[in-house]
């Protein structure tokens, strides 16, 4: 410690990464899904990642946040080893994601289900206390409500919405544990041309501070949304680029133009 305090030994917050992927790979069985994977991604910033079916992104995504443990690499999350630690664990630390397929309750409303994304990353979730008028979880699902903007539509049933915005009820779900990195997985799949814009609105909305990776086939959503492009294919990373440079790039149009999506 130095005579003010400080640590010399240790980084200040703001520029530990949120994200380093250290040669990570992930095989099931004899499928390699991915393989030597290294990226970081600083605090703050919006990572697009995009690439074919099959590419290892989701792959990737679950390595992050535990649901598929690395066979092989490192994970660190905010400067936390977390390579070994559980998807609760990891969740603590601050991740929030969405998946492709919806997880939300469709005989619910949209506040029930933020209710109970709120409620479920509350330290007493097993408490069967029933939401009073004054109860702050429910204030907090209302925020989230606006935020995801699907305010006007509170007490519609998930199974009355459209998929867009079933879409930013989910967003609104992941939020709901206030992460530090929130990870969006393909959020525009299956959205109409009309639905589209709004949700970019909401992501390009989201607080600065808060760290994003976006999977997202559809580049109209992905590259205003993004500080960095990173393109996969066949489970490892083949280019990492601005948004403005990513489609003039060989490699990326050899993969979109050149039969390979
Ligand atoms: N649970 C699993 N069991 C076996 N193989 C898997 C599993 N999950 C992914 N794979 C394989 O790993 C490879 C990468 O898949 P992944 O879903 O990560 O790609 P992706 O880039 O997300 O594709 P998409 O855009 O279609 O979602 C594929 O060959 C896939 O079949």
Request: negative net charge; aromatic residues 4%.
């Given at each position: 410690?130095?005579?003010?305090?400080?640590?010399?030994?240790?980084?200040?917050?703001?520029t530990?990464?949120?994200?380093?992927?250290?040669?990570?790979?992930r095989?099931?069985?004899?499928?390699?899904?991915?393989?030597?994977?290294?990226?970081t991604?600083?605090?703050?910033e919006?990572?697009?990642?995009?690439?074919?079916?099959?590419?290892?992104k989701?792959?990737?995504?679950n390595t992050?946040?535990?649901d598929?443990?690395?066979?092989?690499?490192?994970i660190?999350?905010?400067?936390?080893?977390?390579?070994?630690?559980?998807?609760?664990?990891?969740?603590?630390?601050?991740?929030?994601?969405?998946?492709?397929?919806?997880?939300?309750?469709t005989?619910l409303?949209?506040?029930?289900?933020?209710y109970?994304?709120?409620r479920?990353a509350m330290?007493n979730r097993l408490?069967l206390?029933?939401?009073?008028r004054d109860?702050?979880?429910?204030?907090k699902?209302r925020?989230?409500a606006?935020?995801?903007r699907?305010?006007?539509?509170c007490d519609?049933?998930?199974?009355?919405?459209?998929?867009?915005?079933?879409r930013?009820?989910?967003?609104?779900?992941?939020?709901?544990?206030?992460?530090?990195?929130?990870m969006?997985?393909?959020?525009?799949?299956?959205?109409?041309?009309?639905?589209?814009?709004e949700?970019v609105?909401?992501?390009?909305?989201?607080?600065?501070?808060?760290?994003?990776?976006?999977?997202?086939?559809?580049?109209?959503?992905?590259l205003?949304?993004?500080d960095?492009v990173?393109?996969?294919?066949?489970?490892?990373?083949?280019?990492?680029?601005t948004?403005?440079?990513i489609?003039?790039?060989?490699?990326?149009?050899?993969?979109?133009?050149?039969?390979?999506?």
């Open positions: 410690m130095t005579q003010h305090g400080e640590d010399p030994g240790r980084a200040d917050a703001s530990v990464p949120a994200l380093v992927a250290d040669r990570v790979e095989s099931f069985g004899a499928v390699m899904a991915i393989k030597d994977v290294s990226i991604i600083a605090a703050g919006r990572r697009a990642i995009l690439g074919p079916n099959g590419a290892g989701t792959t990737l995504f992050i946040c535990g598929y443990p690395p066979t092989g690499g490192r660190m999350l905010f400067g936390e080893d977390v390579t070994t630690l559980n998807p609760h664990r990891r969740a603590r630390l601050g991740i929030g994601r969405t998946y492709q397929s919806s997880l939300l309750f005989g409303t949209v506040l029930e289900n933020l109970l994304g709120v479920g330290p408490s206390r029933k939401a009073g109860d702050a979880a429910l204030a699902a925020r989230l606006e935020q995801v699907v305010d006007r539509i519609a049933r998930i199974d009355s919405l459209s998929h867009g915005q079933r930013q009820v989910e967003v609104g779900m992941a939020l709901a544990c206030d992460p530090r990195l929130l969006l997985d393909e959020p525009a799949a299956g959205l109409s041309a009309a639905e589209r814009p949700l609105k909401l992501i390009g909305d989201l607080p600065r501070d808060l760290t994003l990776i976006l999977i997202e086939h559809d580049m109209d959503v992905a205003p949304n993004c960095i990173t393109v996969m294919k066949d489970g490892e990373v083949v280019v990492e680029s948004p403005d440079r489609a003039d790039d060989p490699v990326v149009q050899a993969i979109y133009l050149g039969g390979g999506h």
